[in-house]
């Protein structure tokens, strides 16, 4: 091609047009394939041709234009097809400024597959065409002013400005799913050999968007008598925080509730489930049941002995026992005090100490008679919450069990960490030791009840039967059985050396959260989230009686004075204290200002710990 050519003729044509001409003034310095970058233009421009007579045309114009090269029309064509090539890629670089990096990956992949399934299918070819006229129109309109179009496209619905990280790491749901599995699988022991296919049409199909959920929600409160208010409250408030604000809404304290799809009532009683909460209203109109948490007569309709209202403590005489708590451990006034709810609570042997499990993810030592921390467990410690503790019968040591799927041993007197206990693949929820100190239980979501060996650190024995989480376990006082209770409604016992369950009780109809030997190992209590306290006769196998009086779930319940007295707790921040005989309730402790999740007793003293972050040691007479 010679400097002093100025312009080239182009005929352009199909069976359905004429012949046009057209001369480009100023032809660049250039090699012969900037020929076809025009010819493209003009062909864009004014012709609607099959790719037939594109390549005819092509031939045609370069052989008139370009005589003195004599190119065999082979070489044309291949000059031809490189320069569609080009002329392609360059069109898609400059498409994916505007694009996020998934949908032009899922873009290319679809051009290529219609190319390869529909090629000569004429009316796809023609709408590849239009498509490329559309990003040829853009190109000249972003040329002419730049700005407006960066504005156009920052204000178009249809451009996501993501950042470049952000879009690197997005995937279809069909591949997300994958993905999960294979993480779960590696997790779980797998070989992670997960196979996940080549790109199906499933890949194509857009993500949904993301749902941005509001930061601030209202929430209805209902109330009795059909009483309705509103709060409006920040989506990230903590549980402490809600009740505040529904106390300043009402003037009055309330318990928390709240029905699932299946109309069961969920009580809430820390930030995990006010979060549940949230999660599982999302896109429902929320709304929370308000209880007072005053007496009322529901509540002592079978009380035959009260205090007064909670937060006040006059000494009542009669009863079991009087209602006043005569020391208090933790609270504002401590400075090493637990700063968050406790979960679990046990004296040691001699009963001059105590060992306290916490959501804060410590346990402390307390002294009984100062009621001073004297050790706080931490060091290399959990990485969840701690939700059950018990001290060893020699006094020494303590174990404790966690959400994050172990079991720890520590030194009682100095805090030191002695062993980790790992097998379980979920939340541990309890863990006891054995009379003898040689063996510790353990119950987990897992729906295993584990037996450990203290010398050797090792799982010795699985229980396995139980179809739900598995949320107590305890050792009989002559130390041959065990008890469980499950998310299953039922109570078992096992003969836990030769692996046999002895017994299935059946009686409750929600969860069951604790699980009591009698002092003499004939009887078995079980407390559960059916607001029921049930008495067992292990050797006939049946149910002696049942105990109402919580309004609430119930979260643990023990004997005491020799099993002559039971003491149960729930959610409705009360201890209360019934006779084993008659299965009448005798007393209504108060004192607390949150769930009531343990209690222990030794001596005359009865021990609680709750939800306020405290732990109350209330007095418990002789007979």
Known sequence: MSKEKESLTFTLGSETEKDKKFTYKGFPEKRETDFFEMYYKMKEKTSKMTPEEAQRGAVFNFKKNFADLNRTEEEILDLYKKSKQKREDKARRKEAKDEPTEGRERKEKRERRSERENDGDKSDRKERR?????????????????????????????????PRSA???????????????????????GDGDVDFGSTSQEDTTPDPPAQRLPSTVQIKLAMEGDTHKLVSVARDITFDAILDEIEKKCKKRFAISYEDEEGDRIELDDDNSLQMFFESSV?????????????????????????????????????????????????????????????????????????????????????????????TL?????????????????????????????????????????????????????????????????????????????????????????????????????GRHIATGSDDDTVRTWDWRS??????????????????????????????????IILWDIRMRKQLRVMKGH??????????????????????????????QSGLLKNTLNGHGGTVYHTAYHDDILMS?????TVKLWKFPQN
């Open 130 to 162: 239009h498509r490329s006229r559309s990003r040829s129109s853009k190109r000249r309109s972003s040329s002419k002013d730049p700005k407006k179009e960066r504005r156009r496209r920052s204000s178009s619905p249809e451009v996501e400005r993501t």
């Open 167 to 189: 879009r690197k790491i997005a995937f279809s749901p069909s591949k997300e799913k994958q993905i999960k599995a294979h993480i779960d699988m590696i997790l779980n022991g």
């Open 283 to 375: 896109g429902k109109r929320l709304k929370l049941i308000c209880t007072e948490m005053g007496i009322d007569d529901k509540l002592t309709e079978q009380v035959t002995m009260y205090s007064s209202p909670r937060h006040t403590e006059p000494e009542r005489p009669g009863g079991a026992g009087d209602s006043r708590a005569f020391k208090t451990l933790g609270g504002p006034q401590c400075e090493d005090r637990h700063t968050e709810a406790i979960y679990c609570c046990e004296f040691s042997q001699d009963g001059e100490k105590i060992v306290t499990a916490s959501r804060d993810r410590t346990l402390k030592i307390w002294s009984t008679r100062s009621g001073e921390v004297l050790t």
């Open 378 to 478: 931490k060091d290399k410690g959990h990485l969840g919450y701690v939700l059950s503790c018990d001290y060893s019968p020699c006094n020494h040591h303590v174990v404790s069990a966690s959400e994050d799927k172990t079991c720890k041993i520590w030194m009682a007197g100095n805090g030191r960490k002695l062993a980790n206990l790992n097998g379980h693949t979920d939340k541990v929820y309890c863990c006891k030791y054995s009379p003898d100190a040689k063996y510790i239980a353990s119950a987990s979501c897992d729906q295993v009840c584990r037996v450990w060996n203290t010398d050797t650190q090792q799982s010795i024995y699985s229980l396995t039967g139980h179809t739900g989480p598995v949320f107590s376990c305890t050792f009989s006082n002559n």
């Open 499 to 532: 692996l046999l369950e002895t017994a299935v009780f059946k009686g409750h109809s929600m969860t069951v959260w604790s699980t009591n030997f009698s002092h003499d190992d004939k009887y078995l209590l079980s407390a559960s989230m059916d607001h029921q």
């Open 551 to 580: 309004q609430t779930p119930i979260h643990h319940a023990v004997f005491a004075k020799n099993s002559n007295y039971i003491v149960s707790c729930a959610r409705d921040w009360t201890v209360m204290v019934w006779d084993t």
């Open 609 to 613: 710990c709750s939800l306020d972050e």
